[in-house]
């Protein structure tokens, strides 16, 4: 019976002993983790808005006359210069209308050069005393109403010209055809479209921001815009702002010109970011940021040791958090594997970025 007590004794005891190794084993669990050092960053306090593009330049060519169409010269996606011929409307009808007022205007021509003869002719009577001076008057008059009728003959011609030559259409800028709206045989009235062109020449981005930063946007502040479509980045300045909120999202349109870039194109979606301030201060990496009860706290590690600090951060961008508070510069901080330190916990420094 003695010996089964000091058996179970010595057994409680080792136990106990192993319990008691595993735990302050355990304690001192070394973590693995990478550093970095406390650093000066640039932020810049800035607010970002996505938005589309307008095009500026982007005529509908329409029918000056009512004629149906002979020929296109163009289709969706040709390039145009200024003065390419975009289509040909049947002309005859407009033809024969000059023709007759040509001819108009050449006899009544005809009428007034007999009429000036007649009138020297009678001159000359009525100075031999011939006739009367009242003969002369008639004759005057009919020249004058001749002269009348001759400057309405011309007139008319001028139309009749100027309407032939709107049966060649021709192409008032420089650029791309976005849509072929007619086809060979229809008929146009005065003003039905035709094609309409695009240039890029000018272009305008409508980039939406919120209406809390209605006091810090103003005309004159530059402002960077991306394309999904284009590499480089522009900066340009805003243009303007709309007075009155968009009603839907209560938001203020912001306007900025975009002008020769030909990569550029309306109708696509454009990210504008207007950048209000820039600050120097303290950083860390977004990673070396953990959450605690306590707050944000970033680990400090020194002689393979991490302390818990606690911080006050403000900017976060690209990857970069700015310290505040609760840093000093050139201090070496946790980066990977910061989540799992508790204070005073044992690391392993692997790698220093």
Known sequence: MLNRITILILSIFVFGCSQEDVSEKKNQRVINITTTITK????????SAIGTIEGLIDPTIRAEIAASIKKIYTKTGSILKKGDLIAQLHDQDYVYQLELAKAELSQLKIRLNGQEKTYQRNSELVDEN????????????????????IKIAEARAKIANYRLSK?????????KV????????????VGDPIVQIMNNDRLRAHVPFPEKFARKLKPGLPIELESPIVEEKIVVKIAELKPQLISDSLAIDVIADIVNQPNWQAG?????TVIFNEIKNLSVPEQSV???????????????????RIV???????????I??????????????????????KVNISQSK
Not at 178 to 189: H, T, V
């Open 40 to 47: 000066i960053h640039n932020f810049k306090e800035q607010e």
């Open 130 to 149: 011939f006739i009367s001076p009242n003969a002369l008057d008639e004759i005057i008059n009919q020249k004058n109403e001749t002269e009348e009728l």
């Open 268 to 272: 696509g979606s454009v990210r504008g």
């Open 178 to 189: 976005e849509k072929q709206i007619a086809s060979i045989g229809d008929f146009l009235k």
């Open 312 to 322: 006050q951060t403000g900017i976060s961008q690209n990857g970069v958090t700015e």
């Open 290 to 308: 953990i959450l605690r009860p306590a707050g944000e706290v970033v680990y400090v590690i020194k002689n393979n040791v991490a302390s818990e």
């Open 324 to 345: 505040i508070s609760g840093l000093e510069l050139n201090e070496i901080i946790a980066v990977d594997g910061a989540p799992y330190l508790t204070d005073q916990a």
């Open 167 to 175: 049966t060649k259409i021709y192409s008032p800028i420089s650029g």
